[in-house]
T-cell receptor
Framework: GAVVSQHPSWVICKSGTSVKIECRSLDFQATTMFWYRQFPKQSLMLMATSNEGSKATYEQGVEKDKFLINHASLTLSTLTVTSAHPEDSSFYIC??????????FGPGTRLTVL | GENVEQHPSTLSVQEGDSAVIKCTYSDSASNYFPWYKQELGKGPQLIIDIRSNVGEKKDQRIAVTLNKTAKHFSLHITETQPEDSAVYFCAASLGYSTLTFGKGTMLLVSP
């Protein structure tokens, strides 16, 4: 199947700093990518839908200025957590749709804000 | 919007036994139902999916059944192995729209 990578796999940062997470589709072009957030022992919560070349669509309750999403190419989307605080600590997962519209998930990024 | 309920939240079986996880959905228009396996610290992996024009689909030890009238679908794992231990999520969507996930089932397979 198609492969989606995320970088970094984990990151620890100080409160107030910004963190960028990359999501790449390695062997296919993804016109649509999704960003999810997952708390321990909970399900995936969709944060935003990202379409190449256009602004992301955020789910209700997700702060656009807090979670900046850029989808500059058909293989790369980035999520930037701005001015991170401890409550932003979570597991962030991206997914990408291929031409069949099947979603492939990345391995996730563990963010810890001190 | 769509709402997906998943049961049980935890399931413990002995190696070799079968495991069944059930999900119900609320939107009768939903027509795509994937199942994902998530191991600790990793992203979800698609293990099987079914579309609304099919009632059952099987892939080796894994099968999914769909009852559109009752709006529920189930994952069946036969001859379970310790490596099947993980969290399983069901999801539902209408066409190419966003997925709505269930809350997950932690499956524990004891040797």
């Amino acid at each position: 199947g198609a492969v989606v990578s995320q970088h970094p796999s984990w990151v620890i940062c100080k409160s107030g700093t910004s963190v960028k997470i990359e999501c790449r589709s390695l062997d296919f072009q993804a016109t649509t990518m999704f960003w999810y957030r997952q708390f321990p022992k909970q399900s995936l919560m969709l944060m935003a839908t990202s379409n190449e070349g256009s602004k992301a669509t955020y789910e209700q309750g997700v702060e656009k200025d807090k979670f900046l999403i850029n989808h500059a190419s058909l293989t790369l989307s980035t999520l930037t957590v701005t001015s991170a605080h401890p409550e932003d600590s979570s597991f962030y997962i991206c997914s990408a749709k291929d031409y069949t519209n099947e979603q492939f998930f990345g391995p996730g990024t563990r963010l810890t804000v001190l | 919007g769509e709402n997906v309920e998943q049961h049980p939240s935890t399931l413990s079986v002995q190696e070799g036994d079968s495991a069944v996880i059930k999900c119900t959905y609320s939107d009768s228009a939903s027509n795509y139902f994937p199942w994902y396996k998530q191991e600790l610290g990793k992203g979800p992996q698609l293990i099987i999916d079914i579309r609304s024009n099919v009632g059952e689909k099987k892939d080796q030890r894994i099968a999914v059944t769909l009852n559109k009238t009752a709006k529920h679908f189930s994952l069946h794992i036969t001859e379970t192995q310790p490596e099947d231990s993980a969290v399983y999520f069901c999801a539902a969507s209408l066409g190419y729209s966003t997925l709505t996930f269930g809350k997950g089932t932690m499956l524990l397979v004891s040797p």
